[in-house]
């Protein structure tokens, strides 16, 4: 058997420690070891999105990052974003602008499109379509999701200036 190494992460606030084989993704080790399934696994080749989350703040595809390489990083996935009861600005538009419909890519979209943000290079629909672009959604529901994304881009805009 593989020898396990251990690991320190703070994830949605907590801090974790861990003893995991060193070929454990970091999407394998939030959805298996921490039952954090709200972030998703489509392709498993970083080719479609689904398993964005925020690694201190910046948005990654957590299928293609051993657990081992993000040791003592601040991991934020859909469930730290926001809750039922006090969504997230992102979360809220989404909902809003009904902007999924099976409702799989939607955390990787919302996680993504809250770490295109803080990148700062996003100004228009065009660019969020741009920027957004390693998110897939198969349903096709990407003309709500870009509405949803320039309405919380343009309220967070608004509150930072
Ligand atoms: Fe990671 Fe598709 S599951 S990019
Ligand atoms: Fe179904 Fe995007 S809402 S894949």
């Known amino acids: ?21 060193p070929f454990v993704t970091l999407l394998d080790l939030l ?12 392709c498993d080749h970083g080719q479609c999105g689904a398993c964005t989350v925020l690694i201190n703040g910046v948005r990654i595809n957590s299928c293609l990052k051993l657990a081992v ?11 730290g974003l926001g809750s039922p009861e006090n969504l997230h600005p992102m979360q809220k538009a989404f909902v809003e602008h ?14 993504s499109a809250v770490g295109m943000i803080s990148e700062g290079h996003a ?5 969020i379509r741009e ?3 390693g ?13 949803a994304i320039e309405d919380a881009m343009g309220a967070t805009a608004s509150s930072c200036k």
């Open 31 to 42: 959805r298996n070891h921490m039952q954090l399934d709200g972030t998703k696994k489509g």
């Open 135 to 147: 998110n897939l959604c198969r349903c096709g529901a990407y003309t709500n999701i870009a509405d």
């Open 123 to 127: 100004h228009d629909r065009e660019d």
């Open 69 to 79: 390489s993000v040791q003592n990083s601040e991991i934020t996935t859909i469930e």
């Open 131 to 133: 920027l957004m672009s």
């Open 1 to 21: 058997p593989t020898s396990t190494i251990p690991i320190q992460l703070k994830v949605n606030g907590q801090q974790h420690r861990f003893e995991i084989q």
């Open 98 to 111: 009904d902007a999924y419909q099976c409702g799989y890519c939607t955390p990787g979209q919302i996680c």
